[in-house]
C-alpha cells in the first residue's frame, strides 16, 4: 500500500501499459481518476473493480487529447473528483507508422499535439494546480526507447518523444523549488494493445524482434509498474529530472 492517499490522473488508462499502471495503482492504496479515448467498455470494467479493501477508487472520462479543449476538461473534472492531484501519469499517445517521405501534415499534427503540445499543457494545468495548493507532486512521462533509437517508419513518433524528454528535463528544472517532480520512464519493445497488429497471431516474427533484447522477451505492459509506483511515491522523493529505461537491457546494445 505505497499510494495509500495517493490521487492520481493518468491519460491513456483503458488499455496497454496505462490500464496495467491504473489497476497496479489502485492495488497500492491510490485513487485514480483516468481518461479513455473510446473503449468505454474496458473503462468500466477497470472501473467496476474493487480494491483490496473491497471498495472502488477509481473514475474515468472519455477525453481525444488531440483536442487542447477536451484536455483542459479533464484536468478540471479530475480534480473536482479527487479533490486534488498529486500524482499526474502522462501515457496517452499519438502513434502512427508512416514512411518519412509519406507523412502528411495531419498525421504529423496530431503526433505532436497529443504527444508534445497537449501533454505539455496538461502538465502546466497540474503543476499550477500543485502549486496554488501549495502541494509537492509527482508528473510521470512514458516515453519510449524509440525517442533515442531510429526505428523505421517512425521519424514523427521518434521526434515526439524526444521532445518529451527534453520537456520533462525542463519541468524538473523549473519546477523543483516548488517540491514538484518531473521523471520520465522509457518502455522498450512491447506487447501492447496498440502495436497488437505486430504480435498477435504472428509468434515467430515477435519472437525474432525479440531475440536481441538481453533478458530474452518483449516487455509486457505489468512490468513497468514498479518504476511508476517508486516514482508516484515519496520513496523517489529525490529523484526528479530522470529517464528511466524498462527495456529488459535493449538499450545496452
Known amino acids: 500500500m505505497k499510494l495509500k492517499g495517493t490521487k492520481i490522473l493518468v491519460t491513456g488508462g483503458s488499455n496497454g501499459i496505462g490500464r496495467a499502471l491504473v489497476e497496479g495503482f489502485i492495488e497500492e492504496g491510490a485513487t ?3 481518461s479513455y479515448l ?4 474496458s473503462a468500466r470494467a477497470i472501473c467496476q473493480s474493487k480494491t483490496p479493501s473491497g471498495s472502488s477508487n477509481t473514475y474515468a472520462m472519455a477525453c481525444d487529447l488531440a483536442d487542447h479543449n477536451q484536455a483542459k476538461q479533464l484536468v478540471e473534472q479530475a480534480i473536482s473528483t479527487l479533490g486534488h492531484i498529486d500524482v499526474l501519469v502522462n501515457n496517452a499517445a499519438a502513434f502512427a507508422r508512416e514512411a518519412f517521405l509519406d507523412i502528411s501534415q495531419l498525421a504529423l499534427q496530431r503526433v505532436i499535439g497529443v504527444n508534445v503540445v497537449n501533454t505539455l499543457l496538461i502538465s502546466q494545468q497540474v503543476a499550477q494546480h500543485m502549486v496554488s495548493c501549495n502541494r509537492p507532486g509527482s508528473l510521470i512521462h512514458i516515453s ?3 525517442a533515442v533509437r531510429a526505428r523505421s517508419r517512425m521519424v514523427h513518433y521518434q521526434a515526439s518523444k524526444a521532445a518529451l524528454n527534453a520537456m520533462s528535463e525542463g519541468i524538473a528544472f523549473e519546477l523543483g523549488a516548488y517540491g514538484i517532480r518531473s521523471n520520465v520512464i522509457s518502455p522498450g519493445l512491447t506487447e501492447t494493445h496498440a502495436n497488437r497488429d505486430q504480435w498477435k497471431g504472428r509468434a515467430e516474427l515477435w519472437r525474432e524482434r525479440s531475440a536481441d533484447i538481453p533478458l530474452g522477451r518483449a516487455g509486457l505492459p505489468r512490468d513497468y509498474l514498479g518504476a511508476a509506483v ?4 515519496d520513496d523517489s522523493r529525490w529523484i526528479s529530472g530522470a529517464n528511466i529505461r524498462v ?6 546494445f
Open 32 to 34: 485514480v481518476f483516468f
Open 144 to 146: 519510449s526507447l524509440s
Open 230 to 233: 517508486l516514482l508516484a511515491s
Open 38 to 41: 473510446n473503449d468505454a467498455a
Open 247 to 252: 527495456d529488459g537491457g535493449m538499450a545496452t
